[in-house]
């Protein structure tokens, strides 16, 4: 059996590494009672992850928020700089500098293993979150749940799906953040590509607009033939919303870019496309230039 790259001194001691190792020249003390065998580099993640391994050795806490968050991926959040911990015995853990303990109703099914180590589920990590969080970043958080393909991985499977989190605001009525968590879900949406998609998405709904589909087919009006999935779209007057992020730089996109667009126009679709010029003032630019689209399409106003 080969030596965990960190380990807890009852893991030591089953695996017959001796305390004069994991206190020899060669080693690193990290945490209470947490020891390298061997002292050497990691990254930030890397290390947090192997000193969440030795933590949850006991089967008595799990990883959870921020710990948790940053094992599974979810944008913009860093390994925090303690141990963020949740006991699924439902007892009160003496603080030890680098952890932060907490303890509260958790199920066995909102609980599972990462790469050996023992977390909250994405959805449950989710909720937990809204304890500290803003609507906007769980907002963003359960769009990327939904669809984790930010950043490129268009094979990853979605990591919780909306009756998930309905069911899970469900069981947790009372739980701190729970408002926020409800008023999130509410407004997140299945099939974003990323985090500018749902933040135009947003603030067009918040300026008043109508809200555009996600990532829907737009269908050939004679041949019935898919033509382009559509990052916001709508469908009653044909218009299609483009975030273009960086990659449509590159000479191979904007070749697909330009032959989407005759695509779209010959369907008589209005395709309008964003970038960041058009995030400035909170979006601003973005709203005008969809509002006069969606008024030459002949939409209305409500009360018009």
């Known amino acids: 059996m080969d030596t965990p790259d960190i380990l807890t001194v009852a ?12 206190r020899g020249r060669k080693a690193e003390h990290h945490l209470h009672g947490i020891y390298s065998p061997v002292r050497r580099e990691r990254d930030a993640l890397t290390l947090h992850r192997s000193l969440l391994g030795a933590a949850g050795f006991r089967g008595t806490d799990v990883a959870s928020q921020e710990s948790a968050a940053a094992l599974w991926g979810f944008p913009d959040v860093l390994p925090p700089k303690d141990l963020h911990l949740l006991s699924v015995a439902g007892d009160r853990r003496t603080r030890v500098k680098g952890m932060t303990g907490r303890r509260g109703l958790v199920l066995p099914e909102e ?5 050996g180590v023992p977390l909250t589920t994405p959805a449950r990590t989710w909720l937990d979150l809204a304890r500290t969080s803003g609507v906007m970043r769980l907002i963003l958080w359960a769009d990327w749940l939904f669809n984790p393909v930010w950043g490129g991985d268009w094979d990853r499977e979605p990591l919780s799906t909306p009756d998930e989190l309905k069911a899970l605001l469900e069981r947790h009525r009372g739980k701190p953040g ?3 968590a409800r008023l999130a879900a509410d407004r997140a949406r299945v099939g974003s590509d990323s985090p500018q998609e749902t933040r135009l998405r947003l603030a ?3 300026a008043g607009l109508p809200e555009p589909a996600v990532n829907q087919w737009i269908y050939d009006p004679v041949t019935g033939e898919r033509i382009h999935q559509g990052d916001l779209t709508y469908d009653e007057v044909r218009i299609d919303l483009e975030y273009e992020g960086e990659h449509h730089s590159e000479k ?5 870019d330009i032959a989407r667009s005759e695509r779209l126009q010959r369907a008589d679709w209005l395709e309008l496309r964003f970038s960041s010029s058009h ?3 909170n979006w601003l630019p973005a709203i005008h230039k969809t509002r006069e689209a969606l008024l030459s399409r002949g939409w209305s106003p409500p009360g018009n």
């Open 11 to 22: 893991q030591a001691r089953a695996l017959g590494t001796s305390r004069k190792t994991l």
């Open 111 to 115: 609980t599972t293993l990462l790469a």
């Open 178 to 180: 729970i408002r926020t």
């Open 204 to 206: 067009l709904v918040d």
């Open 252 to 256: 191979g996109q904007v070749q697909r």
């Open 279 to 281: 995030t400035r003032n």
